[in-house]
């Protein structure tokens, strides 16, 4: 453990400042103070850097409770929305998702576009991923120095600071240097996440983020992903492969799963665990073709809902072992929060998230003191391309001038006159 | 999140500082200032504070290369042994083992209480730890001054906050105010804690936590416990109840657990999970009888080294069932190291060490990147005397009255002149 020097102080302060604003929307410096509790002249020091930095901007309100008309407007913050701009990509077995987001969190074009799975070489990925930054930057009109940079979601195991795919159902290949071929190519900054991270960063940014400094995100679709966010960071563990929910094991040789062991919670409640229990009720659906899949998945949950006894019984079995799944990352972590995202959160069956709660409240442990809160974000595509963007813009603080030429400096310091050491 | 106030950063300093010497053993302070990456000048003046306070004391160290009779002794720091003491209790089912111990973690004094089954209700465990608490101090002469508090370590479910234990085998009753009733008694500041984070909060004092900032402990001994260290502070969960790990399911419908669920870790690998299916091989124990426990699973363990078969199968299986688990909780948080302690560290089966390492990396996701490597520590009663008593120290940092007599001042306000804000 290091001292923390000022510089990285002074930072921290505007992440949270900048936050507090995010959070807000529009506020008074005097709340600002209020919530962090400092002086609003500290504050002051803080928004005045910001605001020559083009991160946020005044804006005059009335008060509400002030009559048309009459009334002092009110100087309040807010972020500037073109401050910074981030491309995200979501890559998927089936499609690549692209979006440009602004500094507020908003979608300004997006598109997708289908692969094949021929196409899912790295060679053929990074051509799809300059195509498409292209491509955004047209339809925007932004320049490279308005654009801050790239960020990539994928399914699998990624070492985050390196941007390396170490392993994905997208590449046969292992070890694909994702990041540095990118940047290579475009020229932008490229940083690559875990898909399940997109959705805890979008959350964090965007979503239940503003209420909950720690929380834990289950993205159920193709795959079972989680991100666990811990007092407003991603936890990434020592290698950057933590949250790899869905290859934990509830059952000894149980269910095959995809990753080529058995047991996974994944093997029971993803798409294809669904649908290969399914095959009787809505036939044989490629995997590959996610209309196919979602249509099939849609009718199997409308049955469900019917009262259908074999669709009840699958989607009930789905909610029973990603229950016990959850009772055991409750029983490791204490949650205060769990968030279910992805597909299954936008188009579920009734008996699904039912038969969740009850497992959940079956396995954990300390049931009686009651379980984690669950809640149920049915966020659509805005989800990936935020949290793509938020990953880039997680990373983005413009450097300030002011407190960046003085020398490294150590926090004890500015009341240490140097005489006094020694 | 708030700002951090000057305080908080120079306690922060000061732990670092503390922690550096109780590393290094004895250190001079440019080394310090090396480590933590200030200026030697920053490192004196908060060294000057802690040995103001009686922490750290001087040294005359002759450099190892000088030769016998010359060279100039240098001034090296090092941790004031009698700083400060602090007593440890570990409540077991059959026995409390109490301890002193001082600032550096040597044990001054101990005892080992057995205890009957019908003396495990509140009132009467309550009256032996108040018991114990007063011959620690006959036993090492010390003033209720020279006492930082008592740490207490039990297993189940504790609130950490308020030290109430809201469910443990120890006791019938649930919510027994632990904390509250023992500091009435003895006018002792009380901690207390799950038992698995006191062998945590040893191995960051006293042992791993010398060379990793993160690790995960495993406990197996009658229970199955795991204490979670990120970034040198015990992780704790929402509300305190993170680290069941012994009760993760791996099985539906699996083994019957004491905690009455089935299929957790812990109903396979624990003491009476071992037990219950050796009993063909070394007849009924009874659980409560903590040496007969102990005797013949270290007769079976002898069997197993052996190559009895039947006695291998049991040390096999339960070496299998925890690499699942550990893989789960490898999926789920990749730790960097993982430590085994308890117990089954001190008397183990050869085969119960190579069936879980087999079992780790047959079920780990990313185990072609490797598996966290498992370290096996072997500590005996020392573990928990050393881990109580830094439950203690942990908490335990004089207010120093130059930093506290100032008002709540923020981190930014040094550099900040009070006419530039508004």
């Known amino acids: 453990m290091k001292f923390q020097d000022l510089d990285?102080?002074?930072?921290?302060?505007?992440?949270?400042?900048?936050?507090?604003?995010?959070?807000?929307?529009?506020?008074?410096r005097v709340e600002i103070a209020g919530q962090v509790d400092v002086s609003p002249a500290t504050v002051s020091v803080v928004t005045g850097e910001l605001m020559r930095d083009g991160l946020i901007e005044n804006v005059e309100q009335l008060p509400p409770s002030a009559p048309a008309g009459r009334g002092r407007p009110k100087t309040l913050l807010r972020l500037r929305p073109d401050a910074a701009h981030a491309i995200g990509i979501k890559l998927a077995l089936h499609q690549a998702a692209v979006s440009v987001t602004n500094f507020v969190?908003?979608?300004?074009?997006?598109?997708?576009?289908?692969?094949?799975?021929?196409?899912?070489?790295?060679?053929?990925?990074?051509?799809?991923?300059?195509?498409?930054?292209?491509?955004?930057?047209?339809?925007?009109?932004?320049?490279?120095?308005?654009?801050?940079?790239?960020?990539?979601?994928v399914s699998g195991c990624i070492t985050y600071e390196t941007g390396i795919v170490n392993w994905s159902p997208m590449f046969a290949d292992r070890d694909v240097p994702l990041k540095s071929a990118l940047e290579e190519r475009t020229g932008l900054d490229v940083v690559v996440d875990n898909e399940a991270n997109l959705a805890?960063?979008?959350e964090k940014w965007f979503g239940l983020?503003?209420?909950?400094?720690?929380?834990?995100?289950?993205?159920?679709?193709?795959?079972?992903?989680?991100?666990?966010?811990?007092?407003?960071?991603?936890?990434?563990?020592?290698?950057?492969f933590a949250g790899e929910f869905g290859h934990t094991k509830i059952d000894l040789d149980g269910a095959q799963c995809r990753c080529g062991q058995s047991g996974c919670v994944e093997a029971y409640v993803a798409d294809y665990a669904l649908l290969r229990q399914a095959e009787a009720l809505v036939g044989v659906v490629a995997i590959d073709d996610q209309l196919a899949v979602q249509e099939a998945l849609?009718?199997?949950?409308?049955?469900?809902?019917?009262?259908?006894?074999?669709?009840?019984?699958?989607?009930?079995?789905?909610?029973?072992i990603l229950g016990i799944g959850l009772a055991n990352t409750v029983n490791l972590f204490d949650p205060p929060v769990i968030i279910i995202s992805g597909q299954r959160a936008m188009h579920p069956a009734r008996v699904?998230?039912?038969?969740?709660?009850?497992?959940?409240?079956?396995?954990a442990l300390a049931a009686e003191a009651g379980v984690p809160p669950i809640e149920v974000h049915p966020w659509g595509d805005d989800l990936?391309?935020?949290?793509?963007?938020?990953?880039?813009?997680?990373?983005?603080?413009?450097?300030?001038?002011?407190?960046?030429t003085r020398s490294q400096s150590d926090a004890m310091a500015p009341e240490t006159p140097a005489g006094e050491g020694g």
């Open 352 to 363: 699904f998230f039912e038969s969740l709660e009850r497992s959940l409240k079956e396995h």
């Open 298 to 320: 849609d009718a199997l949950a409308e049955r469900s809902d019917a009262g259908e006894a074999e669709a009840v019984s699958i989607f009930e079995r789905a909610g029973y």
């Open 209 to 240: 983020g503003k209420a909950h400094p720690s929380f834990i995100v289950v993205t159920v679709e193709h795959g079972v992903g989680m991100s666990i966010v811990l007092n407003q960071q991603i936890y990434r563990g020592a290698r950057g």
């Open 200 to 202: 805890g960063l979008a």
């Open 105 to 153: 969190g908003e979608v300004l074009a997006s598109e997708t576009i289908p692969m094949s799975p021929a196409e899912r070489t790295p060679d053929r990925i990074i051509n799809i991923c300059e195509e498409q930054i292209g491509r955004m930057r047209e339809k925007t009109g932004l320049g490279l120095d308005q654009l801050v940079g790239v960020g990539i979601g």
């Open 384 to 404: 990936w391309a935020r949290g793509a963007a938020a990953l880039v813009l997680e990373q983005f603080m413009p450097k300030n001038s002011h407190t960046r």
């Open 8 to 28: 990285q102080i002074r930072e921290r302060n505007r992440r949270i400042v900048l936050q507090c604003i995010r959070e807000a929307g529009t506020i008074a």
